[in-house]
């Protein structure tokens, strides 16, 4: 056999394990969806369930299931880690490639327009919830909704106290279906989820509190697959003014940072652009290091942030004047401010200002370094 000839047959041998692995992946024939009782749908409502299920015993469901090596895919049935493998095999391969915590998390973001709603759950009117467009991974089960689904559960105030609620996905082994569910009523606390290995899978969406006043509180209790909960990034300090001098200050010769000058009046400043990952919850914070003392700070934050083409104060995030308390020798991340109407892309230009020269300053004859920003956020993926 010839160089090419054993290319081909190389190439064929693949497309014929491909073929082999979707057909054990690919949904059964004659599929159709099945709605929860409570539920009344305005789009399509799927869960995604692999080949029957074989049993396998064991905490997993994977190959090797209590302890030991394993890999899958195989071809086969009898050599090594071959299959056949179940609908169980695949979903706990699933929730390890997606989620790194799959009692919390499982909601996927896309860009896809079918199913960037992201399962967001509004309540208008009051008593009805509606659940949109959306994907998740539910116990390593793929759920997607196309459209909306309506809950029309009778939401009423509680004689006393309040009601609390939970919208979840669940997924029911028995009838092999994941599907919205409302839990509750429950007075006084949340509903418990029900997370079975072996039995029903419930993920949390959004919780609901209903208080005897009839005022109706919905609450997001997302999280999301292969996304990080938070995002830190260090922005270092370089420059400033000391307004008292009248003069620039620069990080100098200092491993720390730019100095906010004893009994002087000085200000940092600096630049940077809204990541495009950026989802939402964004705070800056100081990071401090006084040089000899501790005591409180007298400082200031300001932040104005805009697109490109619009006024650099177009959106605006200031903190007056304040004390702080910062420890000698520490790395204090100090005046956390929450920067609101963002969007990617957004410019932000911040000002932290000191005022040694106020009694408000304890510690006014110590050199206090600038060492950076510390931005903090929840990003899309």
């Known amino acids: 056999m010839n160089r090419k000839q054993a290319l081909l047959v190389g190439l064929a041998v693949a497309i014929a394990f491909l073929i082999a692995l979707v057909g054990w992946c690919l949904p059964r024939p004659g599929f159709a969806p099945a709605l929860e009782p409570t539920s009344t749908p305005t789009g399509l409502e799927f869960s995604w369930v692999p080949r029957p299920p074989v049993a396998v015993a064991g905490p997993h469901f994977l190959p090797t299931p209590t302890a030991g090596e394993g890999s899958l895919p195989w071809t086969g049935s009898t050599v090594g880690d071959a299959g056949p493998y179940s609908a169980d095999t695949w979903a706990d391969a699933w929730a390890l490639f997606f989620t790194y915590d799959k009692n919390t998390e499982g909601v996927i973001v896309t860009d896809d327009t ?9 309540n208008s009117p009051t008593t009805t919830l509606t659940i949109t467009d959306g994907a998740a991974i539910v116990d390593g089960n793929l759920y997607y909704l196309l459209g909306s689904v309506t809950i ?6 509680p004689g006393a106290g309040t009601d609390y609620y939970r919208v979840v996905l669940r997924k029911d082994r028995t009838a092999q279906t994941v599907r919205v569910t409302l839990l509750g009523p429950v007075n006084g606390s949340w ?3 029900t997370q079975s290995d072996t039995g029903d899978w419930e993920l949390p969406l959004y919780k609901l509190t209903v208080t005897n006043g009839g005022t109706f509180t919905l609450l997001d209790d997302r999280n999301y697959a292969l996304r990080p909960q938070q995002r830190s990034v260090l922005y270092p300090a370089f420059t400033g003014r000391n307004s008292t001098d009248g003069v620039d200050i620069a990080r100098g010769s200092s491993s720390l940072g730019v100095s906010l000058a004893a009994s002087k009046n000085c200000q940092v ?6 990541p495009e990952d950026y989802a939402s919850d964004m705070t800056v914070k100081a990071v401090l290091i006084p040089n000899g003392a501790s005591g409180n700070a ?25 004390t702080y308390a910062v420890t000698d020798g520490y790395d204090n991340c100090v005046g956390s401010t929450a920067l609101t109407t963002l969007e990617p892309g957004d410019i932000v230009h911040g000002t932290v ?3 040694a020269t106020s009694a408000s300053d304890t510690i006014s004859t110590t050199n206090i370094y600038m060492a950076g920003w510390l931005m903090e956020y929840t990003p899309k993926y």
Not at 269 to 274: E, G, K
Not at 302 to 319: L, M, P, V
């Open 114 to 122: 079918d199913f960037d709603g992201l399962l967001a759950v509004t």
């Open 191 to 193: 509903p418990s989820l």
């Open 269 to 274: 400043t600096y630049s940077f652009v809204v």
């Open 298 to 322: 007298y400082l200031y934050f300001k932040y104005y942030h805009a697109q490109c083409g619009e006024a650099y104060n177009t959106h605006s995030d200031i903190t007056a004047w304040a």
């Open 152 to 157: 029309t559960d009778s939401l009423s105030a």
């Open 353 to 355: 200002g000191r005022n």
